[in-house]
């Protein structure tokens, strides 16, 4: 079984800045990709980044690129996503999801086949 916990949301004043975590288990068949998501209040759901298990690739989507970084820890089965320099329009649930194979960032989160808990980012001015 697929599992995903996503983690390390919370109250940030701007200028600051979060690491989110993303513990990931069963994903045992090939490669993955890890994807971060983020919805902010009243607004769709976007990825923002993955992580491909094939060469590490890592993609950001033009909208957080500079700010955001991902990184991976294999030996913990742990996907991070730094966040520099907050604003207040990065407030919004987190989320991390799961699919085989690889991808660059996707328009469909459909692609997506596992979903874990979202992690909310509430960034104060």
């Known amino acids: 079984e697929v599992q995903l916990q996503a983690s390390g949301g919370g109250l940030v004043q701007a200028g600051g800045s979060l690491r989110l975590s993303c513990v990931y288990s069963?994903?045992?068949?090939?490669?993955?990709?890890i994807g971060w998501f983020r919805q902010p209040p009243g607004k769709e759901r976007e990825e923002i980044a993955n992580?491909?298990?094939?060469?590490?690739?890592?993609n950001y989507a033009d909208s957080v690129k500079g700010r955001f970084t991902v990184s991976n820890d294999k030996a913990k089965n742990t996907v991070f996503l730094q966040i520099e320099s907050l604003e207040p329009e990065d407030t919004a649930v987190y989320y991390c999801a799961a699919a085989y194979g690889t991808a660059y960032i996707v328009s469909d989160s459909s692609f997506y086949t596992y979903w874990g808990q979202g992690t909310l980012v509430t960034v104060s001015s």
């Open positions: 992580f491909n298990s094939n060469k590490g690739r890592i």
């Open positions: 069963g994903l045992q068949f090939g490669d993955f990709v």
